[in-house]
């Protein structure tokens, strides 16, 4: 009887991966986790969007300097950050990234738009640090022009919802 145990043993570490072998429902868990996770994505980034549309600050023409009116407007994305964090962290998920994102309108050098959207999404950044959110949990990324919400953006009110900056979660 161990002569026989000893070989089936034997066997199951010659073929590979067989002795590592997963129970069927490894795959069936890793999948309703990777669902779960994405369902909360979905939602963390729909509130996202909806709270950075609502509290969008304004910046001086032409540079990275907040306009004077943002703190409260600052404060409250604070505490929809530290609310996405506490859904996230519900959910299981361990490894997140928050992403200020920066946008302009279409007017002026391509090159320079790209550069001020990133400056811009970078002062948010640091206004969102400095109330509380960890620097290791943020990043800024500037897009210029290349993301415009109104095409052609030829009407001041067209070029105003042009120059925004989002706030997305990034698994």
Do not use: W
């Given at each position: ?13 010659a073929v590979p ?53 943002c703190d409260a ?61 960890p620097r290791g ?35």
């Amino acid at each position: 009887m161990k002569l026989k145990a000893l070989c089936i043993a034997v066997s199951l570490l010659a073929v590979p991966g067989v002795a590592a072998a997963q129970s069927p429902f490894d795959s069936i868990k890793k999948a309703a986790g990777d669902a779960g996770k994405s369902t909360v994505e979905k939602r963390v980034n729909t509130k996202l969007t909806e709270e950075a549309k609502k509290n969008q600050c304004s910046f001086k023409t032409g540079t990275a300097e907040l306009a004077p009116g943002c703190d409260a407007k600052l404060k409250k994305l604070t505490n929809v950050l530290i609310d996405a964090k506490k859904q996230l962290v519900a959910a299981g998920v361990k490894s997140y990234k928050f992403e200020v994102s920066g946008h302009t309108d279409s007017t002026g050098d391509a090159a320079k738009n790209k550069t001020l959207s990133e400056q811009r999404a970078e002062t948010i950044v640091k206004e969102l640090v400095a109330r509380g959110i960890p620097r290791g949990e943020i990043t800024a990324v500037g897009y210029g022009s290349e993301r415009p919400l109104e095409k052609p953006d030829n009407t001041e009110a067209k070029k105003a919802k042009n120059r925004r900056y989002e706030l997305q979660v990034r698994l």
